[in-house]
């Protein structure tokens, strides 16, 4: 019923910038938070960047102050704005949802779109 569509993932050399867009479509509740995870083989997925449907954001600490997320309420998407971008954040970004109506809690995940940065 809750579908995300991501775009904008790709390969970029090192430096250069990216701009990943998730739309989300369905049962979208009012209480929510949307965010950028990623993993690479053999390691856990982590927190990239999330933002709460308040406007709250958080950041992992190897991301802050390169990255920016974003979203527009009215077309329940986020935007996740890659800047100086390094080989080392190379990974399949995920899109997340976690929605919430105060009682109940659902997750939802992206398919994965693959980010590479060359050196």
């Known amino acids: 019923q809750v579908q995300l569509v991501e775009s904008g993932g790709g390969l970029v050399q090192a430096g250069g910038s990216l701009r990943l867009s998730c739309a989300a479509s369905g049962s979208i509740l009012s209480i929510n938070v949307m965010g950028w995870y990623r993993q690479v083989p053999g390691k856990q997925r982590d927190m990239v960047a999330t933002i709460t449907s308040g406007g709250t954001t958080t950041y992992a600490d190897s991301v802050k102050g390169r990255f920016t997320i974003s979203r527009d309420n009215a077309k329940n998407t986020v935007y996740l704005q890659m800047n100086s971008l390094k080989p080392e954040d190379t990974a399949v970004y995920y899109c997340?949802?976690?929605?919430?109506?105060?009682?109940?809690?659902?997750?939802?995940w992206g398919q994965g779109t693959q980010v590479t940065v060359s050196s």
């Open positions: 997340n949802l976690f929605n919430s109506n105060g009682n109940s809690h659902w997750v939802h």
